[in-house]
């Protein structure tokens, strides 16, 4: 992955094709990890793959948690995806950016072991 900001942090704002987190503007989909942020290069929910959340996976140990904002509009999670994850012991909820983008940062607020996966909106609702 390119783009990387080394802390997880809350999400100040989201639309226009990106997210503001840290003072800084991303363009584009967005990993973040207990590693930090991380440019992702999903832009719709049919990208979604093991491969495409292989960071995920590889920090796993530190996710109880995983948001996945699938853009605007909300689809199933291929269940072979869901179970993988489930394995891991990561517990997934798949709904729109926005809503995962908000629970994100409640729940990081807590201090929960969150993790999210953001597919980058043009228009924040």
């Known amino acids: 992955m390119d783009g990387h900001y080394p802390d997880q942090v809350p999400i100040e704002a989201y639309g226009n094709g990106g997210f503001r987190f840290a003072g800084m503007s991303h363009r584009g989909s ?3 990890l207990p590693t930090g942020m991380h ?3 999903v832009t719709q929910a ?3 793959t093991r491969d495409s959340l292989a960071a995920v996976f590889a920090a796993a140990a530190g996710i109880d948690v ?4 699938m853009g605007r509009e909300i689809g199933a999670l ?3 995806l869901r179970a993988a994850l489930r394995s891991e012991r990561i517990v ?6 926005g809503a995962a983008t908000r629970t994100y940062n409640v ?3 807590e201090q929960r072991a969150v993790a999210a996966a953001l597919i980058a909106v043009e228009s924040a609702r």
């Open 39 to 41: 440019s992702w290069e």
């Open 107 to 109: 729940l990081l607020a």
């Open 46 to 48: 049919s990208e979604l």
């Open 78 to 80: 291929d269940p072979q």
């Open 66 to 69: 995983l948001l996945i904002g």
């Open 30 to 32: 967005l990993l973040c």
């Open 92 to 97: 997934v909820e798949a709904i729109g950016t």
